[in-house]
């Protein structure tokens, strides 16, 4: 390297004597006087430079004209410190830079926030100068984590003779999924391209192309209001395989799954990844992702409790529904009545209209409802649930879904609050034979629970017609410590049963044409069997780097209303652009 | 594997006698009535399968009902094909698989054209099918050539401590530059993403940032009216790097490139690459991207014809302009008349008025001009063109621009038509010293030649006022058989040096504020001195390829006028998409 002989990370005693030469940023500065200290850093580390009047009088005096985040180009000796001033928070602090000559590159203001750790400045102004919250040594690290994570990803599936192949960007609005962004042609005056939600034709026309094993690490993009795990751009690790049987695909999944823990975290997995039905996840943890880093697993009380006094009970089996219980141990005592009854209203919001709770008591259950209940009906009920004296028992009773979600909200909020979870653990597992199909009663229709061209399993096929909601999908989602990682699938490949499924959906034979009529007539020429997968790898970075924020994991990120503080995008655009795209924005009243 | 034990292209005489199970497309098939042959392929090749009734009835039955393009599933015995039966034309053409057992996986209706080499077929229908496009084997080639490349340039970047970082695709529309791709936003209603032309911005304020090293293979956009080797979107290697000294980085971008011809093609290119300033590059093949894979040089004649009885020479050279001559070897008589008279049309093109010639004979030249030039000019011209009997000398005489293009064009089409181009040759070179700035008739002020963030040389500032258009840019373009591979430079990083650079372009205080605000804040806090280049990644790919054509390297590549015959986008959208954006398409007039 010309003007540069190391990294700052690299100052070490195996370097004492030697000439160096650094360039970084002063980070720290502390003036002695007749000596002046700085940590120089660069994107390797940090290491203490040291200019005195008996080394050079000039780099001194350019050294005292040093401020914060200015940008340096030092050459100096390595020199060992003196014991009593090694540095221990960082790897370089037994020695330091005695500097000979010194160039000041460029200065700086003064920074709106310190870069030298964690930061407690309001996310707002992070974005607003992202250029400089990048500068932190967390952000530094996740972005190296994410490179290193990305380029396993990529060395993994070469290995496995996966092509990397791009796919469109400017692509075809389809009305199925999420809603589309649109981008108006300037060529084709009124018509529009979309964006893609994902490459999933492509990636399927590539397989009836014959590249038998494709992935890309790719842009999707979704205009959906956002949470604070969403973002209107996206990046997914998008793989698929023909004449791959399931357990294969599944396997070497694990398999890549496995080196990236390895590699990143050392950490061992255990493979083959523990499968869950849909059906059993959603019994054990009311969640289709479930968090099995910690137990309280939701408990079946329906027939226990069919026929009790209880009506709110009794009658939620009668109808069709269900009721289950979670015991939440040694809590009873720890709870006020208030806490406990506010609860009602974070169930509230997955629809549950109460939430019924019992305390357990050496030899017996308190609590408004425990009278209703009979001597055997309440053994039955503490044995069901495992219950011991201290303990706290919730109930949901309702329909299927409404139970599920507010039992298994209810389950991963104590698990937090109590501290259950582990957070050494990495529990991957799969979820399997979700539902093909949900009823829509916004639309009065079904839809693909994952999409349309997911494959029924085969012995379910005759019940597409007759019970589409019992039909189970080939689908497989890949599950990590709570979130849904990524969702895969084996695809229908015939055309007849492709038909079948979009009339299912309710589509038209005329509408199914118009939106995918191109991939039917694929179908139609030699397409293999084939299946694949999604993973969303901003999800997997921020579970690796131990964020809680999607965002840490993305370098100019978009805030919850999509815009960048930085650049101020989204913004307006001058009347002659619009103008040759034939576009008019519409007077809009604000809303309140 | 399961349900394969084999590929196609591995089957070999050191399997014989072994059991293997293949799956692929029957690519062509010759009944002899109770024998049946099928070539089968998968994505690495083509291997014959044979059934017969003695193997089994069975299979040849099913074997009966194959035709073209079927999925086959097929278990059999690898034997050794009779000696006078060999195919020589595949590398498994000395064995074949009896077949034993044998499912078909899917149909296929005839194809619209074969897939099993070249076709003739036209480029519409190509694209219109372009799942079975990709099964001829050149594209599943060019296909797999891009995989290796873009692994090599990952590989490389990250062996030199690279981070692969993502940038946005939903960003900010800026005026300077190509015509940006617009993204409505529904949140901010009436307010308008920008698809990315290029990620400069982002990428210089990671420099910014202190990651020093970035680079990304990242998707860009320009809504430009389309030619040959232009789509509207099309995939960049973007690197930057901060302390690197120019000379480091572009031994680096040369290692690179030798890695990648190195792996590619086994063709070790020597480096350092030859370089030449802009000036000389213009000079001497009237081009900015020179094809040096042949001479025929432009020949400078401004001072032996400035006083010549010619006047449209004299006057050229009066009025500031030039004379440069071009000799094309041996072709004085192959030519008649018409054919180079027809050269005036093709030169017309660059805005030349005509084209002056002369043909060489044994002791004196021959043409319409040649009784205008004294005999000592007449010596001059043919010493300087090193003339010799049968060549044919065509000369330029205008602005020096004009110039260039025209003589450069017919250099370049000489070049290609008398076969002087060597294409074995991968002739890599720095085109340096760029202007930094043009002057733009149109809009009347002058633009960046690369853009407004390239550093002027630094010998060079103190003209940025009074000469702007003497200015040279430290830039440097990667030019390879004549076609720009990518641009590079060193960047502005100094705030006052920006804001000077924006004045000299014509931007106002208040539009450089308004556009480019963000970036003039950040270079306030410690940006270091930086540099990049980006490459066009379509672009090398058909040059390693050699293709001819930008779309046979993009899987799902636009037409010229922007669209997809296979998907049909860009197409209408719903009114209520329209709604939620606020949006309305204008009425307009179709035009003529």
């Given at each position: 390297?010309?003007?540069?002989?190391?990294?700052?990370?690299?100052?070490?005693?195996?370097?004492?004597?030697?000439?160096?030469?650094?360039?970084?940023?002063?980070?720290?500065?502390?003036?002695?006087?007749?000596?002046?200290?700085?940590?120089?850093?660069?994107?390797?580390?940090?290491?203490?430079?040291?200019?005195?009047?008996?080394?050079?009088?000039?780099?001194?005096?350019?050294?005292?004209?040093?401020?914060?985040?200015?940008?340096?180009?030092?050459?100096?000796?390595?020199?060992?410190?003196?014991?009593?001033?090694?540095?221990?928070?960082?790897?370089?602090?037994?020695?330091?830079?005695?500097?000979?000559?010194?160039?000041?590159?460029?200065?700086?203001?003064?920074?709106?926030?310190?870069?030298?750790?964690?930061?407690?400045?309001?996310?707002?102004?992070?974005?607003?100068?992202?250029?400089?919250?990048?500068?932190?040594?967390?952000?530094?690290?996740?972005?190296?984590?994410?490179?290193?994570?990305?380029?396993?990803?990529?060395?993994?599936?070469?290995?496995?003779?996966?092509?990397?192949?791009?796919?469109?960007?400017?692509?075809?609005?389809?009305?199925?999924?999420?809603?589309?962004?649109?981008?108006?042609?300037?060529?084709?005056?009124?018509?529009?391209?979309?964006?893609?939600?994902?490459?999933?034709?492509?990636?399927?026309?590539?397989?009836?192309?014959?590249?038998?094993?494709?992935?890309?690490?790719?842009?999707?993009?979704?205009?959906?209001?956002?949470?604070?795990?969403?973002?209107?751009?996206?990046?997914?690790?998008?793989?698929?395989?023909?004449?791959?049987?399931?357990?294969?695909?599944?396997?070497?999944?694990?398999?890549?799954?496995?080196?990236?823990?390895?590699?990143?975290?050392?950490?061992?997995?255990?493979?083959?990844?523990?499968?869950?039905?849909?059906?059993?996840?959603?019994?054990?943890?009311?969640?289709?992702?479930?968090?099995?880093?910690?137990?309280?697993?939701?408990?079946?009380?329906?027939?226990?409790?069919?026929?009790?006094?209880?009506?709110?009970?009794?009658?939620?089996?009668?109808?069709?529904?269900?009721?289950?219980?979670?015991?939440?141990?040694?809590?009873?005592?720890?709870?006020?009545?208030?806490?406990?009854?506010?609860?009602?209203?974070?169930?509230?919001?997955?629809?549950?209209?109460?939430?019924?709770?019992?305390?357990?008591?050496?030899?017996?259950?308190?609590?408004?409802?425990?009278?209703?209940?009979?001597?055997?009906?309440?053994?039955?009920?503490?044995?069901?649930?495992?219950?011991?004296?201290?303990?706290?028992?919730?109930?949901?009773?309702?329909?299927?879904?409404?139970?599920?979600?507010?039992?298994?909200?209810?389950?991963?909020?104590?698990?937090?609050?109590?501290?259950?979870?582990?957070?050494?653990?990495?529990?991957?597992?799969?979820?399997?034979?979700?539902?093909?199909?949900?009823?829509?009663?916004?639309?009065?229709?079904?839809?693909?629970?994952?999409?349309?061209?997911?494959s029924p399993m085969r012995e379910d096929i005759s019940k597409l017609d007759s019970n589409p909601e019992d039909v189970r999908a080939e689908a497989y989602d890949l599950v990590l410590n709570g979130y849904e990682l990524g969702g895969g699938s084996q695809r229908i490949y015939e055309r007849d049963l492709q038909?079948?499924?979009?009339?299912?959906?309710?589509?038209?034979?005329?509408?199914?044409?118009?939106?995918?009529?191109?991939?039917?007539?694929?179908?139609?020429?030699?397409?293999?069997?084939?299946?694949?997968?999604?993973?969303?790898?901003?999800?997997?970075?921020?579970?690796?780097?131990?964020?809680?924020?999607?965002?840490?994991?993305?370098?100019?990120?978009?805030?919850?209303?999509?815009?960048?503080?930085?650049?101020?995008?989204?913004?307006?655009?001058?009347?002659?652009?619009?103008d040759e795209l034939n576009l008019e924005v519409v007077q809009f009243e604000e809303e309140e």
């Amino acid at each position: 390297m010309i003007g540069r002989t190391h990294y700052c990370g690299d100052i070490s005693e195996q370097l004492i004597g030697e000439k160096v030469q650094l360039k970084g940023w002063a980070q720290t500065r502390r003036d002695l006087g007749q000596v002046i200290f700085v940590d120089l850093r660069d994107r390797t580390g940090v290491v203490q430079i040291v200019a005195n009047p008996e080394i050079s009088q000039e780099a001194l005096d350019v050294m005292d004209t040093v401020r914060s985040e200015y940008v340096l180009d030092v050459k100096g000796t390595v020199v060992k410190r003196d014991e009593e001033t090694y540095n221990e928070k960082i790897p370089t602090g037994t020695v330091e830079v005695q500097v000979d000559e010194m160039t000041i590159l460029n200065e700086s203001k003064p920074l709106p926030f310190q870069v030298d750790g964690e930061t407690d400045v309001s996310e707002d102004v992070r974005l607003r100068y992202r250029y400089l919250d990048l500068r932190r040594p967390e952000m530094r690290d996740t972005f190296k984590l994410r490179h290193k994570t990305t380029k396993l990803i990529r060395d993994f599936l070469d290995e496995n003779d996966f092509l990397d192949i791009e796919t469109p960007m400017l692509t075809k609005s389809t009305p199925e999924g999420a809603r589309d962004y649109l981008v108006p042609s300037r060529v084709h005056r009124g018509e529009f391209y979309a964006l893609p939600q994902s490459p999933q034709l492509f990636k399927q026309l590539l397989m009836v192309s014959g590249f038998e094993k494709y992935f890309q690490i790719v842009r999707c993009f979704r205009d959906e209001d956002l949470r604070a795990d969403r973002q209107p751009e996206f990046t997914q690790v998008d793989i698929e395989a023909s004449f791959m049987e399931k357990e294969d695909f599944l396997s070497m999944m694990e398999d890549m799954m496995k080196k990236i823990m390895k590699e990143v975290h050392d950490i061992e997995v255990p493979t083959p990844f523990p499968r869950l039905t849909y059906e059993e996840a959603m019994n054990r943890y009311g969640s289709d992702k479930p968090d099995t880093r910690f137990g309280m697993e939701l408990v079946e009380l329906s027939d226990i409790v069919k026929d009790s006094d209880f009506k709110v009970f009794a009658n939620a089996v009668k109808n069709g529904g269900i009721v289950k219980g979670l015991n939440v141990k040694g809590v009873a005592d720890k709870m006020s009545r208030k806490e406990i009854d506010d609860l009602a209203d974070f169930v509230a919001v997955y629809g549950a209209k109460g939430l019924a709770w019992l305390k357990v008591e050496e030899d017996s259950l308190k609590g408004p409802i425990a009278k209703f209940f009979t001597e055997e009906e309440t053994a039955q009920l503490r044995k069901a649930l495992d219950a011991e004296a201290g303990d706290l028992l919730f109930f949901g009773a309702d329909k299927k879904q409404v139970v599920f979600d507010a039992l298994g909200a209810l389950r991963l909020k104590f698990g937090k609050e109590l501290d259950l979870i582990d957070h050494s653990k990495f529990n991957f597992l799969w979820v399997t034979e979700f539902p093909l199909m949900e009823y829509d009663e916004d639309e009065d229709r079904y839809t693909a629970m994952h999409h349309p061209f997911t494959s029924p399993m085969r012995e379910d096929i005759s019940k597409l017609d007759s019970n589409p909601e019992d039909v189970r999908a080939e689908a497989y989602d890949l599950v990590l410590n709570g979130y849904e990682l990524g969702g895969g699938s084996q695809r229908i490949y015939e055309r007849d049963l492709q038909e079948k499924m979009f009339a299912a959906l309710g589509f038209s034979e005329e509408e199914a044409r118009e939106q995918f009529g191109f991939l039917l007539e694929a179908f139609e020429y030699g397409t293999p069997p084939h299946g694949g997968i999604a993973l969303g790898l901003d999800r997997l970075i921020m579970i690796l780097a131990g964020r809680s924020n999607l965002r840490d994991t993305i370098a100019f990120p978009k805030t919850a209303s999509a815009s960048c503080p930085l650049t101020g995008a989204p913004g307006e655009v001058s009347t002659s652009q619009l103008d040759e795209l034939n576009l008019e924005v519409v007077q809009f009243e604000e809303e309140e």
